[in-house]
């Protein structure tokens, strides 16, 4: 993960202003240009130092939080109390590396997993929660101490999509659909990831160690590894990723193929897949409601074991209907609602 300094302080460029012929800073942050007391940057010397003060004040307040967070490993506990009207209970111990919740039609599988990352939304970002209660619901960390941990929510229906509010500036008329748009997403996100990878394999090779070659080797091997994963599952339909782009791109039949034109069940697994590699090895809790949705039965089957190789370090929790998923060895790992309702 980027430190929030990192980026501020590369937030400037220098611009030429051909009507004055003097050069300019100028912030493109988005959170400035949204800011009233600051507004668009100005090409006046005489406003510099506000928008540098603002900016230093900001990074300060910024790095000052990120350092009182403490994070978690993972959710050792959950509880939720009024659920259902205030008729149940629910308590659940929670495994470190993978947690599936299962029940009939009905039973509160869906409605758990919502209160749940509904209560990660609205924690706050620093102070100690251990204890705390919202919206019903009480979550236990480990370690006990922590303040918050990172999570990821992958939801399965490939629907059309209702709200246009932060897709509007999108002109890509291709994301048409809810699983589109997550896409969308987890690309830039991968962009970011291969940035940070290919900066710790310079750190490596310019550090003197003499291991830095196969330091350097091990950190790119897990992108490489999640690229034979995906030309593996896709074989068959013959496609296959372009590895020579380093945004998302497919070739088929030696035809360029977008990922939104994927099918919905590729469409699926490839953003759980992407997902799991972007958090690159840190410490998450990944949320998935029913996941097995189009998914072909040996996917299903592969899924929890795949997630877990690309980030063995990610607290999976997700609800399903499918015996699949559990196939792989991972049985132990299943929990019913009733189990755990009071």
């Not at 600051?38 to 300060?60: D, S, Y």
């Not at 490993?73 to 259902?84: Q, V």
Request: hydrophobic fraction near 35%.
């Amino acid at each position: 993960m980027n430190e929030p300094t990192h980026l501020l302080a590369n937030s400037f460029t220098r611009n030429y202003d051909r009507k004055r012929g003097k050069k300019f800073n100028c912030n493109f942050l988005f959170y400035l240009k949204n800011r009233r007391n600051v507004g668009f940057c100005r090409r006046k010397q005489n406003e510099k130092l506000h928008v540098t003060n603002f900016v230093v004040t900001f990074v300060a307040t910024l790095y000052t939080t990120r350092l009182m967070i403490k994070l978690a490993n993972y959710i050792s506990k959950i509880e939720i109390s009024s659920l259902w009207s205030g008729h149940k209970h629910i308590v659940w111990q929670l495994r470190p590396d993978v947690n599936v919740l299962s029940g009939h039609n009905g039973a509160g599988k869906s409605t758990i997993l919502n209160r749940l990352i509904q209560h990660l939304r609205t924690i706050p970002t620093t102070g100690e929660i251990q204890g705390n209660t919202r919206f019903g619901v009480k979550i236990d960390f480990d370690p006990s101490d922590a303040t918050g941990i990172h999570y990821d929510v992958i939801r399965s229906f490939d629907r059309q999509m209702v709200n246009f509010k932060n897709t509007s500036a999108i002109s890509d008329a291709r994301i048409v659909t809810e699983l589109d748009w997550q896409l969308y997403l987890i690309q830039r996100r991968y962009l970011d990831y291969q940035v940070n990878v290919g900066n710790r394999m310079i750190s490596l090779l310019t550090s003197g160690d003499p291991e830095a070659r196969e330091k350097a080797t091990e950190a790119a091997n897990l992108k490489t590894r999640f690229l034979d994963i995906v030309d593996e599952l896709f074989a068959e339909t013959g496609k296959r990723i372009d590895r020579q782009s380093n945004e998302l791109s497919f070739i088929q039949y030696d035809e360029q193929l977008p990922p939104y034109l994927l099918s919905s069940g590729e469409k699926q697994i490839l953003l759980i897949l992407l997902t799991a590699l972007t958090e690159d090895q840190q410490h998450y809790v990944l949320f998935m409601d029913e996941p097995e949705a189009s998914l072909h039965f040996e996917w299903q089957k592969n899924l929890i074991s795949l997630v877990r190789e690309l980030n063995p370090n990610a607290q999976v929790i997700l609800t399903t209907h499918s015996p699949a998923l559990i196939m792989d060895g991972w049985e132990d790992t299943v929990t019913e609602v009733g189990d755990i309702t009071m």
